[in-house]
């Protein structure tokens, strides 16, 4: 069962954009969500997290947003640059991961 | 440097051979991982250990082995019983395996049985 689901798999986007990237969850218990990225033929690093008393956490150019009622979290990369081009994985409590978004962000 | 190493980084292997990946960890973590990733799939849960010789099954333990003797280390065996084992390995390491502690991974292994 995927408790965690990144139902896009590309996203592409012009450099200096916004870059959304969306994961939703199945179980309303989790309370901590993570997202890590990925370049090729590297292992993921962890890049931002948020907790669920929150509905907002920012780093930098990286906020995550949590909507607890619709079980969904977004990613948002402002501005989009092109060394931000990599996959994207959503994680939940319990080693659980979305399948990922592969985003390309063009000079 | 503090870090996750895993070796070697491409591996061919002939169907029907059991074969180990290497991993270790200097960051003095409890807990340890192994996950494989396929195309177009996320990071999928074999083993995981949270203390020295203590391991458990995670999602698609089925064909695999781990062994955790020492702090650092937590080799992962691919036995010939694993129907599909050519795919992309990643080990991950954190301070504990609570729902807060973030994984440090390590650069993978990509197995191919040929």
């Known amino acids: 069962d995927q408790q965690v689901k990144q139902n896009s798999p590309s996203l592409s986007v012009q450099e200096g954009r916004i870059s959304i990237l969306n994961c939703d969850y199945t179980?309303?218990?989790?309370?901590?969500f993570l997202w890590y990225k990925k370049y090729p033929a590297e292992g993921p690093t962890f890049l931002i997290s948020i907790s669920s008393i929150k509905d907002k956490n920012e780093d930098g150019r990286f906020t995550v947003f949590l909507n607890k009622s619709a079980k969904h979290l977004s990613l948002h990369i402002v501005p989009s640059q092109p060394g931000d081009s990599a996959v994207y994985f959503c994680?939940?409590?319990?080693?659980?991961f979305g399948a990922g978004t592969r985003l390309t962000v063009k000079p | 440097d503090g870090g996750i190493t895993q070796s070697p980084k491409y591996l061919f292997r002939k169907e029907g051979q059991n074969v180990t990946l290497s991993c270790e960890q200097n960051l003095n973590h409890d807990a340890m991982y192994w996950y494989r990733q396929d195309p177009g799939q996320g990071l999928r849960l074999i083993y995981y250990s949270q203390i020295v010789n203590d391991f458990q099954k995670g999602d698609i333990a089925e064909g695999y082995s781990v062994s955790r003797e020492k702090k650092e280390s937590f080799p992962l065996t691919v036995t010939s019983a694993q129907k599909n084992p050519t795919a992309f390995y990643l080990c991950?390491?954190?301070?504990?395996?609570?729902?807060?502690?973030?994984?440090?991974f390590g650069p993978g292994t990509r197995l191919t049985v040929l």
């Open positions: 991950a390491s954190s301070m504990t395996t609570g729902v807060r502690s973030e994984q440090f």
């Open positions: 994680a939940l409590p319990g080693m659980r």
């Open positions: 179980n309303s218990m989790f309370d901590y």
